[in-house]
């Protein structure tokens, strides 16, 4: 096997842990659930969106084998955009974005969306990140403020060639929509 491909089998292994296999479950002793990672490491995630008035999406650049499958960082941005303004948040135009993309304090969406193939034309394992960034406080140091991610939600996982575009959507509006429920949660109409 190729490297590439033991260290992203290796990966999804140490990120979904024991939830991969059913009988794992049934082995376990009877207990809660651990929470998702997204809330252990960002226990007030939903509130950090409270008072938020407008932010801007900011796609990352999509590897070239994301685009041989079908996906743009165009196209993604474009649905971003479009679910958030359906739901009636306010998103940043362009020409705003880049006015506001001066100020190094201006809150915004960021989207990652990682493929690779692992077996030749056959099966990709992939990465989705959602991340709100803006500007917070340190606890201990008041005075001292830096970009920092108050909301996430994303995942791994390994999917036939063939259907990567709609599955990329379909994941991106799963991330998207839990994003704008937080939102309104905190932020009702």
Same mark, same amino acid.
């Given at each position: 096997m190729?490297?590439?491909?033991?260290?992203? %089998?290796?990966l999804f292994i140490i990120l979904a842990g024991p939830g991969l296999s *059913?009988?794992?479950?049934?082995?376990?002793? #009877?207990?809660?659930?651990a929470p998702?990672?997204?809330?252990?490491?960002y226990p007030d995630q939903k509130e950090s969106l409270r008072g938020l008035k407008?932010?801007?999406?900011?796609?990352?650049p999509l590897s070239p084998e994301v685009?041989?499958?079908? %996906?743009? #960082?165009?196209?993604l941005k474009e649905e971003v955009e479009t679910r958030l303004k359906?739901?009636? %948040?306010?998103?940043?135009?362009?020409?705003?974005?880049?006015?506001?993309?001066?100020? *190094?304090?201006?809150?915004f969406l960021y989207i990652n969306f990682t493929a690779y193939t692992l077996q030749k034309?056959?099966?990709?394992?992939? #990465?989705?990140n959602v991340y709100l960034n803006q500007r917070v406080n340190l606890h201990h140091h008041p005075r001292i403020s830096c970009m920092g991610t108050t909301w996430y939600s994303g995942g791994v996982g390994i999917l036939r060639a063939n259907k990567l575009k709609t599955f990329g959507q379909v994941e991106l509006a799963e991330h998207l929509d839990?994003? %704008?429920n937080n939102y309104l949660a905190v932020n009702p109409k």
């Open positions: 190729e490297k590439k491909t033991l260290l992203f %089998i290796l *059913p009988a794992a479950e049934k082995t376990k002793p #009877s207990r809660e659930k998702p990672p997204s809330t252990i490491f407008d932010f801007f999406v900011l796609v990352d685009e041989r499958g079908g %996906i743009t #960082s165009e196209q359906r739901a009636g %948040i306010n998103v940043l135009r362009e020409d705003e974005e880049e006015e506001k993309f001066k100020d *190094p304090a201006k809150t034309d056959l099966t990709y394992g992939f #990465s989705l839990k994003f %704008i």
